[in-house]
């Protein structure tokens, strides 16, 4: 059994896809100060991990809550429960960086015309 193959279990017990567990942790690894934070299940998708940077990048995967939290464990980052917790504030401050980014990349292209 090999490192990652224990977080590949499926449900709501493990991560389901080995693809997911790979990039989860390559993320970690190049990104600074990441905290995972579990999001419920829905009616629409199983239980979720948020992984959220020091400068408010993130990314999110279906895991499964006891996936995410064995996942975070492994990975050495701290795990959140978002229904207690919330989203951090620098999540935020990054979408709403993001959003002026791209309205202004679209102006500019607008400004510019068609070629």
């Known amino acids: 059994m090999g490192l990652l193959d224990r977080f ?4 709501s017990r ?3 896809d080995a693809g997911d567990t790979r990039y989860l942790a390559d993320w970690v690894r190049t990104h600074t100060g990441v905290e995972a934070y579990v999001e419920p299940k829905t009616t ?3 239980v979720t991990a948020v992984l959220v ?3 408010g990048e993130w ?6 809550e006891q996936g995410a939290r ?3 464990g492994w990975l050495g980052i701290p795990v959140y429960d978002v229904a207690r917790t919330g989203y951090p ?3 935020r401050d990054y979408d709403a960086r993001r959003r002026v ?3 202004r990349a679209l102006e500019e292209e607008l400004r510019e015309g068609p070629d």
């Open 8 to 11: 590949r279990r499926g449900g």
């Open 14 to 16: 493990g991560v389901a």
């Open 44 to 46: 629409v998708t199983d």
């Open 53 to 55: 940077a020091a400068d």
């Open 59 to 64: 990314t999110r995967r279906v895991v499964g």
């Open 70 to 72: 064995r996942l975070a």
């Open 89 to 91: 504030q620098r999540m």
């Open 101 to 103: 980014e791209r309205k």
